[in-house]
């Protein structure tokens, strides 16, 4: 894994602990709708 792809997962991962922390639920993360992309 490169640093670029390394610091994207911890930023994803951040993120989610913080919701996570504020009482929100992660329901999926790195969802994907079909071939138009993803939504972290």
């Known amino acids: 894994m ?3 792809s ?3 997962k ?3 991962s951040l993120a989610a602990r ?3 922390e504020a009482g929100m639920t992660v329901l ?3 969802w994907r709708c ?3 992309g ?3």
């Open 34 to 36: 079909g071939r138009t």
């Open 10 to 12: 911890y930023g994803e």
């Open 2 to 4: 490169n640093a670029r």
């Open 18 to 20: 913080r919701l996570t």
């Open 38 to 40: 993803e939504i972290d």
């Open 28 to 30: 999926e993360r790195n």
């Open 6 to 8: 390394a610091l994207g």
